[in-house]
């Protein structure tokens, strides 16, 4: 059984930083894209982050570049996302994301697998 599960989420303030990682079981994932959306009340589903499969190739939202850094560790199946200076824009549930076929990292659709998501909460 595929899973993908986040950890890391918390609340903190404005100015501060948490880091998520995302465990991912089930198969081996060192062939997959794998990225971070983000949704907050009421809006859709949004592109954060994304790294290929090997490492060399990442993406980042606009509102998140020089803030955010995605990484990850194939040997342990499992990506991280560092966010710095987080403002309460950035207030919202987190999911991880992975897929084999992702040519075009910030395209939600076209990831395959999807984590339940956790709770990121930036108060000013």
């Known amino acids: 059984q595929v899973q993908l599960v986040e950890s890391g989420g918390g609340s903190v303030q404005a100015g501060g930083s948490l880091r998520l990682s995302c465990a991912a079981s089930?198969?081996?994932?060192?062939?997959?894209?794998m990225g971070w959306f983000r949704q907050a009340p009421g809006k859709e589903r949004e592109f954060v982050a994304a790294i290929n499969w090997s490492g060399s190739g990442t993406a980042y939202a606009d509102s998140v570049k020089g803030r955010f850094t995605i990484s990850r560790d194939n040997a342990k199946n499992t990506v991280y996302l560092q966010m710095n200076s987080l403002k309460p824009e950035d207030t919202a549930v987190y999911y991880c994301?992975?897929?084999?076929?992702?040519?075009?990292?910030?395209?939600?659709?076209?990831?395959?697998?999807w984590g339940q998501g956790t709770q990121v909460t930036v108060s000013s």
């Open positions: 089930g198969r081996t994932f060192s062939s997959d894209a």
């Open positions: 994301a992975a897929g084999p076929r992702v040519h075009r990292l910030w395209v939600r659709n076209l990831y395959d697998y």
